[in-house]
């Protein structure tokens, strides 16, 4: 698939109104993406578990309008108009109306819904803008649908073609959400051992999973529900200029090498060094560009601390991760679940921001919410 094969050649546009509602998760990075170049392509393939319960539920309501040529919509969260959302979601409009055209024959209302609160410091991206993404399908879908003449019945009739081009456009309003289209574990950007991997969507990882990896836990610790220091963006593009960034993007590609053996054969204690490495490097990454940044907050670092000797005197599998940001994700196999759950709970929710956090585990995609 190419980004040519999501444009669609006819268009039948005899739908006057209607609405879809589509349920996405978030995700977590296991390998890290971190450096893009234009068109939200990646600088290097990422690798994520698709969460559970972190969500977001967005319902699309469209009506035809008259012949203006603008993009025309509105944003509510939890049923307040949010416009400071608007320039967001018109650049990500701007950059998929080449492959949904007729997102500027329609007025929309975007209402949309997070179960985690909207301040938490945990994306909202990845799960917000799959959701978008997966709704302007379903209107795709209907339109052509709607004339049974048209050659791109077919098209549709393809499951793949939908989850795909879904992704596509999420990886245009935000790289990470096109690894929130499907589940369990999703690998987006170009590999050379991954047939099939893409920079242009993400792709179910194809190869045989050890079922110590089933049902993993990510417990996430709210140690800053802050604004971001750094956007995503702004982090993204220092990587333009970092003096590692070669040696960087190396060794993601290497790190998804190695994981593929340790998928296979369970094994959990590479699984952690590769993991932890990544968060590490991620963040690294940031204190080494220029303008540099320390997103770790003191208590990130008590809370690394504390997995790292709890681990040791146990030898329980348990590891961290880190997105942009000061919240630790607690990842852990689920035979080792009960233990851990209680270190956690008597250990390290003292360090959350009044003692917030929320418990996740892998999950399997979005769904379609009629
Ligand atoms: C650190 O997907 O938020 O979470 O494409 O600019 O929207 P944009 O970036 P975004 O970057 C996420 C970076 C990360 C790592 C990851 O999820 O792979």
């Excluded at 349920?23 to 890290?32: H, R, T, Y």
């Excluded at 099939?196 to 996430?220: A, W």
């Excluded at 997105?323 to 270190?343: Q, T």
Aim: charged share 25%.
């Amino acid at each position: 698939m190419t980004a040519k094969d999501f444009i669609l050649k006819t268009y039948p546009n005899t739908l006057k109104s209607g609405s879809v509602t589509w349920q996405s998760p978030s995700n977590i990075a296991l390998v890290k993406y971190w450096g893009k170049k234009d068109n939200q392509i990646p600088a290097n393939p990422s690798i994520s578990f698709t969460l559970d319960a972190c969500k977001t539920t967005t319902t699309l309501t469209f009506s035809k309008k008259e012949n203006d040529s603008n993009f025309s919509f509105d944003v509510f969260l939890d049923d307040k108009k949010q416009d400071d959302f608007k320039p967001k979601i018109e650049t990500f409009f701007k950059r998929i109306e080449k492959y949904v055209p007729f997102i500027k024959d329609y007025h929309f209302d975007i209402d949309t819904k997070n179960t985690f609160p909207h301040s938490s410091g945990i994306a909202s991206s990845a799960s917000g803008m799959s959701a978008l993404a997966l709704c302007l399908m379903s209107v795709e879908k209907l339109l052509i649908e709607s004339d049974v003449s048209s050659s791109a019945v077919e098209t549709f009739q393809n499951k793949d073609y939908f989850n795909q081009k879904a992704s596509f456009l999420a990886r245009l309003g935000s790289g990470s959400a096109c690894r929130s289209i499907q589940g369990d574990l999703i690998v987006w950007g170009k590999h050379k051992e991954i047939e099939g991997s893409s920079d242009f969507f993400g792709v179910k990882y194809p190869f045989y999973v050890h079922k110590n990896f089933k049902n993993y836990h990510d417990t996430i610790l709210l140690v800053d529900k802050g604004e971001k220091q750094v956007s995503s963006t702004v982090g993204h593009n220092l990587m333009h200029t970092h003096p590692f960034a070669e040696e960087r993007f190396a060794q993601a590609h290497n790190n998804l090498s190695k994981l593929i053996s340790v998928f296979k054969e369970g094994d959990l204690k590479s699984f952690i060094e590769i993991v932890e490495s990544e968060a590490l490097t991620l963040h690294a990454m940031m204190m080494t560009s220029m303008p540099y940044f320390i997103l770790m907050k003191p208590n990130t670092l008590e809370i690394i601390n504390k997995i790292w000797r709890f681990r040791q005197d146990t030898g329980l599998h348990i590891c961290f991760t880190l997105d942009a940001g000061a919240n630790v994700h607690i990842l852990y196999p689920e035979k080792e679940a009960d233990e851990i759950y209680k270190f956690i709970n008597n250990e390290l929710v003292v360090y959350c921001q009044n003692g917030h956090y929320i418990c996740d585990r892998i999950g399997f995609g979005a769904k379609k919410i009629d």
